[in-house]
């Protein structure tokens, strides 16, 4: 049974850092794995899509990769600010036909 | 306007009433999905549809039924609502062809049952 785990829970850094979330995920056979962004009292926004064939995805200051051998993603966030504090979540799709498998998350501050 | 749009955004209600919350979407995709979402954990699946035709069981579905009245409409209701249903609901579409199965979701709905 695949499963999705982030660590740490949660994560403070100052304004200006880069940083890396991390996601690992048990069973390699995946089809997809998206990245979301949460705010507080508003839905989930995709960052970033990341197909089984390929190896990162980038959009802006934010760089996913993943490695499906060791079971592993990351989440890269250049130049941290203010706004990017949210939660992250990963979420892991095994094949074309199923749903999100998700981690819990990773609570994300950044401080001034 | 929001691509994805749920109603209620918040709800009170008691154990064992009737609750439905409702999802619209104008993203024309055919895959539309609820979740919920408990403190501390991942989202957990409770109904998929593919399309207006099909209906699937998630991870969560007992006590929850759905209805997907139309590509474009897919409700979730609690026949009988009790207390550790109380959650952030989400509603989330998708299309397989078009965005390689990404998820788009609505903005949610807190309820909670007293």
């Known amino acids: 049974k695949q499963e999705v785990t982030q660590i740490p829970a949660a994560l403070s850094v100052p304004e200006g850092e880069n940083l890396v979330l991390n996601c690992s995920f048990t069973d390699s056979a995946i089809y997809n794995l998206q990245w979301f962004r949460q705010d507080p009292g508003k839905g989930l926004t995709s960052l970033l899509l990341i197909q089984s064939s390929q190896r990162e995805q980038t959009s802006g200051r934010l760089n996913a990769s993943l490695d499906k051998s060791s079971g592993r993603s990351t989440l890269y966030i250049a130049a941290s600010q203010p706004g990017d504090s949210a939660t992250y979540l990963c979420?892991?799709?095994?094949?074309?036909?199923?749903?999100?498998?998700w981690g819990a998350g990773t609570k994300l501050i950044i401080k001034p | 306007d929001a691509d994805v749009t749920q109603t209620p955004r918040n709800r009170i209600t008691k154990t064992g009433k009737r609750i439905m919350l409702e999802c619209s979407q104008t993203k024309g995709h055919d895959r539309m999905y609820w979740y919920r979402q408990d403190p501390g954990l991942g989202l957990r699946l409770i109904y998929y549809s593919f399309d207006v035709k099909d209906i699937n069981k998630g991870e969560i579905s007992d006590g929850y039924s759905v209805s997907r009245q139309a590509q474009a409409k897919f409700s979730l209701s609690l026949e009988s609502a009790i207390p550790n249903q109380t959650a952030l609901y989400f509603c989330?579409?998708?299309?397989?062809?078009?965005?390689?199965?990404?998820?788009?979701f609505g903005p949610g709905t807190r309820l909670t049952v007293l």
């Open positions: 989330a579409t998708s299309d397989l062809l078009g965005s390689g199965d990404e998820q788009f």
């Open positions: 979420a892991v799709s095994p094949d074309s036909n199923y749903q999100l498998i």
